[in-house]
C-alpha cells in the first residue's frame, strides 16, 4: 500500500532482493526485460526490436519494469554493465526472478520488488534504500 508522506512523496515498501541505495531520474516499461539480447552492455542501450523502451538508455537510471525474461547470461550481462560503467543506478520489479536478483546481488546493484511499479512514472525521481521506494514527483 502507498503511502504518502505528505511532502509531495509517496513510500512503497517491497522485498530487498540486493541490498544498497541508489537515488536517480526513474524509466520504466510495462514490458519484461532480458538483459541477454535485449541490452546494449556497452551502451547501457535497449536494442530489443519492438520494445517499448527500444533506443532509450538505462545507464545511471532506476530502471523499473515488471520482471525480466531469457537466458541465465542475463545475470552476466548486469555484471559486466556494472563494471563498465553502464549499468542501471538501481532496478525496481513487480515480480523479481531469478535471473534479475542474481545479476544485481553480484553486481552489488540495489534491487527491490513486490512493488506496484504502475505508482512509478519515466522522468520521476526515485530512491531505493531498505526495501523503501521513494517516489518524489
Same mark, same amino acid.
Given at each position: 500500500m502507498p503511502r504518502s508522506c505528505g511532502d509531495g512523496k509517496v513510500e512503497l515498501k517491497g522485498r530487498i532482493i540486493s541490498k544498497g541505495v541508489a537515488e536517480g531520474e526513474a524509466i520504466t516499461t510495462t514490458q519484461p526485460i532480458s538483459f541477454y539480447g535485449g541490452v546494449d552492455p556497452d551502451t547501457g542501450e535497449i +536494442? $530489443?526490436?519492438?520494445? $517499448? =523502451?527500444? !533506443? /532509450?538508455?538505462? /545507464? !545511471? /537510471? +532506476? =530502471?523499473?519494469?515488471?520482471n525480466g525474461k531469457g537466458s541465465t547470461v542475463g545475470s552476466y550481462t548486469l555484471y559486466r554493465m556494472k563494471k563498465s560503467g553502464t549499468a542501471p543506478a538501481g532496478i525496481v520489479n513487480k515480480d523479481c526472478e531469478t535471473v534479475v536478483a542474481v545479476g544485481t546481488i553480484i553486481s552489488e546493484i540495489p534491487c527491490v520488488d513486490g512493488i506496484d511499479i504502475s505508482k512509478i512514472r519515466t522522468g520521476d525521481l526515485v530512491r531505493l534504500e531498505n526495501g523503501v521506494v521513494t517516489i518524489k514527483k
Open positions: +536494442i $530489443e526490436k519492438e520494445h $517499448e =523502451l527500444q !533506443g /532509450k538508455t538505462i /545507464k !545511471g /537510471k +532506476i =530502471l523499473v519494469f515488471p
